[in-house]
């Protein structure tokens, strides 16, 4: 299969590395030149529970070169997708589908504005992954990757393609038709660990160590289950603070991505986790104190980066 991988983050380096191994026709862009050429040089590199692999797949700065892609996975920071799909739109063929597993709300309704509806799929993944330099990763947690089509219009064969696809690369994936369901519910794991861990500095696992953080991502989760249970969103999970807080302890080791922005002084994606959670409650009429401090605290850290602390 043909694909785009955009953003060689975390996530985007872990599936580009997995699907090129797997003898997938992959290709990795990326807006900064000098990094396209260092991992164009070094290859990909992932070490941790998948054990060490170097693996080679082109990285590129032009859109053009994707030309003729059959699957665009779009791995950005939530707060980029706009920009990163524009260049994109001009060449995607009739066939081409646009992916997100991106975290966050509002994803999926950029996608379809730019692309169309009739081409975005919307998911979530449980595979976890650490930056550690240009192209080189930290495997740091493994579990299901979930797909489905937004407009419903589709494509259950093409689903099921890329699932294999997915499936015989490593990484274990299903299709779920319930699209607005799967990114509530893996909103609501990311509202309940990754501010805490930016505030806190802790890992996922310790969050659950201390009755202070317990209880905060209790009450943030609690406060953004009510928000979904308004707008009729019906979650995957029967109970949801339960699979927060099973969550962290299967990452128990993992940097959360908002700790690993924060550590590295870069913009996070807590508008579109904490951030939404609040604006959605303003707009219902629902309280959400504790997701609006979250988003608040962080927020000021990230406007104290220039302070150096």
Request: proline letters at 6%.
């Amino acid at each position: 299969m043909n694909i785009v991988v955009v953003g060689p983050g975390a996530l985007g380096c872990l599936l580009a590395a997995f699907l090129a191994e797997a003898g997938q026709e992959v290709l990795l862009l990326d807006h900064r030149p000098d990094r396209a050429e260092l991992i164009n040089r070094q290859g990909l590199m992932v070490e941790g529970i998948s054990g060490e692999h170097r693996v080679r797949a082109p990285v590129s700065v032009s859109p053009e070169e994707g030309a003729g892609a059959e699957l665009v996975l779009v791995c950005v920071k939530a707060y980029n997708t706009a920009s990163a799909i524009e260049p994109l739109v001009p060449i995607l063929g009739p066939q081409t589908r646009v992916l997100t597993l991106q975290n966050g709300l509002g994803n999926v309704e950029t996608l379809s504005t730019a692309c169309g509806p009739e081409r975005v799929w919307g998911g979530v993944t449980a595979q976890g992954a650490t930056v550690l330099g240009p192209g080189h990763i930290r495997h740091a947690g493994a579990g299901e990757t979930l797909i489905g089509a937004v407009s419903g219009s589709d494509q259950e064969t093409s689903l099921t393609d890329v699932a294999a696809v997915f499936n015989q690369a490593g990484l274990p994936t299903r299709v779920e038709p319930m699209v607005d369901s799967l990114i509530w519910s893996k909103l609501i794991i990311n509202v309940g660990i990754n501010p805490l861990t930016a505030i806190t500095r802790l890992r996922n696992g310790q969050l659950l160590d201390h009755p202070g953080t317990q209880w905060v991502m209790e009450q943030a989760v609690r406060e953004a289950v009510a928000v979904a249970q308004a707008q009729g969103v019906k979650l995957i999970y029967p109970d949801p603070l339960a699979r927060v807080k099973e969550v962290a302890r299967a990452t128990a080791g993992n940097i959360a991505s908002m700790l690993q922005d924060v550590r590295a002084q870069r913009q996070t994606e807590i508008e579109q986790i904490n951030g939404a959670i609040a604006a959605l409650g303003r707009r219902l009429g629902l309280p959400t104190p504790v997701n609006e401090t979250l988003t608040n605290l962080v927020r000021t850290i990230q406007d104290s980066y220039s302070a150096g602390v």
